[in-house]
């Protein structure tokens, strides 16, 4: 519910919008099948002290690959023979993620082309990532207050803004729309570049982002813009 992806094509379609002409549905479906679909990589190992990720390389867990294996097997079906390319995160658990859901028969003949991106990286938290909040309130005293205050602009030391992340991302799409300039983009990222990303095309301010939902293994449809 959360993610609100299409499972079954237009009998999915339908049961969304079930008021909506069938005409209609299928002139729906058509605009969905032209834009980008974003999916965060599977779930990671357990981190019950809440250490900053980061763009640490951090590889999926277990519950993550098999959170993969089950969208795999959902969603992807739908968007064989639509898929112009995959463009993924270049960290391990983005390429883990792309791999396993172009595993599938339906790519079997024909499978799309996969670029690895830096662009597409985590948040870079400098010298934060790896702590707890209480490490970091101890190293860098009153820091983690003053991101509260303005968290678009915020830049940790040796780390980067999310004003920055949210650049280098649409740099980074842009570029690649350009050189697949029709069909579906799959781009495979982290939770902090696709709520970038959804802000940008809701028009949210960047302060707003963490209030978007971003579920491991989560798609989320955009037309371009």
């Not at 993610?3 to 299928?26: I, R, W």
């Not at 112009?84 to 790519?107: F, K, M, Q, Y």
């Not at 082309?113 to 970091?136: C, N, S, Y």
């Not at 990222?189 to 209030?211: K, N």
Request: aromatic share 8%; proline share 8%; with cysteine.
């Amino acid at each position: 519910k959360q993610c609100g992806y299409l499972g079954d094509n237009e009998k999915k379609l339908s049961s969304l919008a079930p008021n909506l002409p069938a005409v209609l549905q299928k002139k729906c479906w058509r605009f969905l099948m032209n834009g980008m679909w974003f999916v965060r990589h599977g779930a990671l190992p357990p981190n019950p002290d809440r250490r900053i990720v980061g763009n640490r390389d951090i590889p999926l867990s277990p519950a993550g690959r098999e959170q993969i294996r089950i969208l795999a097997r959902d969603f992807m079906p739908i968007l064989a023979g639509r898929l112009a390319a995959v463009v993924s995160s270049d960290l391990g658990r983005c390429r883990e993620t792309a791999s396993i859901l172009l595993t599938g028969n339906e790519w079997a003949a024909s499978p799309p082309p996969v670029h690895f991106e830096p662009g597409l990286r985590e948040l870079d938290m400098g010298q934060w990532q790896g702590l707890t909040k209480a490490e970091i309130d101890a190293r860098f005293p009153g820091q983690y207050d003053v991101r509260g205050r303005d968290f678009a602009h915020f830049q940790p030391e040796g780390g980067e803004s999310f004003a920055q992340l949210q650049s280098r991302a649409l740099e980074a799409l842009r570029r690649w729309r350009r050189h697949y300039p029709t069909g579906i983009l799959l781009v495979v990222a982290h939770a902090g570049v696709i709520r970038s990303l959804l802000a940008h095309y809701m028009a949210l301010p960047l302060d707003d982002a963490l209030r978007i939902p971003q579920e491991y293994a989560c798609p989320a449809f955009v037309p371009e813009w």
